[in-house]
């Protein structure tokens, strides 16, 4: 079946500029999750959603990142006033929380370029 | 926070050896789980250990947990070019927010030399 899959695969913008990452996680998946990973760095949890809500944002690094989820599917990471330190790939992940013990499944991720 | 401490950095072997990798982690956790990840993009999940488990088998893959030690090992036996990739341990926790919370490390970046 299908997998989770992330747009754009690459981005490049300009320093200041606004980007939208986004997510489609695997169908009937409840749970989805943000993380960023720095060049030659481990994954830094961002945010998890359950359903439409999220309960965790503790590791959205500023105010200028948000994450929104509708219709308990896509998911949209936001970043306003992008600076050169938020290049990174964003990676989404999402779950069958309800099953005990459950593995995260990942989308192929956004490499995000800030010049 | 990084929780997981991938040793080492980078490891090289010929075909056919066998490849160990130990992760070392600081708090109490439900489960541990490995992930490889091919050209820095999306990762693959491997295998999960419980924490009341102590080792675990799958295919290739031998994974060990000793929790008084706060720390794990992957093996992977028979190596192939096709093993070369980077390896996360992920420990496991419940967190405040009630969500299952993976903490990755740093990793370990295998090549397998033909």
């Known amino acids: 079946g299908a997998g989770v899959s992330q747009s754009p695969s690459n981005k490049v913008t300009e320093k200041g500029k606004d980007v939208e990452l986004r997510c489609d996680p695997i169908?009937?998946?409840?749970?989805l999750y943000w993380y960023r990973q720095s060049l030659g760095q481990g994954l830094e949890f961002l945010i998890y959603?359950?359903?439409?809500?999220?309960?965790?944002k503790s590791g959205l690094p500023s105010d200028r990142f948000s994450a929104e989820r509708t219709g308990g599917s896509v998911s949209t990471l936001t970043i306003q006033r992008t600076q050169q330190e938020d290049s990174a790939v964003y990676l989404c992940?999402?779950?069958?929380?309800?099953?005990?013990?459950?593995?995260?499944?990942f989308g192929p991720g956004t490499r995000l370029t800030v010049l | 926070s990084q929780q997981g401490e991938e040793d080492p950095q980078a490891l090289s072997i010929q075909e056919g050896e066998n490849a160990t990798m130990n992760c070392s982690y600081k708090?109490?956790?439900?489960?541990l789980q490995w992930y490889r990840q091919n050209s820095g993009r999306g990762l693959v999940h491997l295998i999960l250990?419980?924490?009341?488990?102590r080792e675990k088998h799958s295919g290739r893959l031998r994974v060990t947990l000793d929790t008084s030690k706060k720390s794990s090992s992957l093996l992977i036996t028979a190596s192939r070019a096709a093993d070369t990739a980077s390896y996360f341990c992920?420990?496991?926790?419940?967190?405040?927010?009630?969500?299952?919370?993976?903490?990755f490390g740093t990793g370990t970046r295998l090549t397998i030399i033909p």
């Open positions: 992940a999402s779950s069958f929380p309800e099953k005990i013990y459950n593995e995260q499944f």
């Open positions: 708090t109490s956790i439900n489960n």
């Open positions: 992920a420990t496991v926790q419940i967190s405040n927010f009630g969500n299952e919370k993976l903490t």
């Open positions: 169908s009937g998946h409840t749970a």
């Open positions: 959603f359950q359903g439409n809500s999220a309960p965790d």
């Open positions: 250990i419980r924490s009341n488990e």
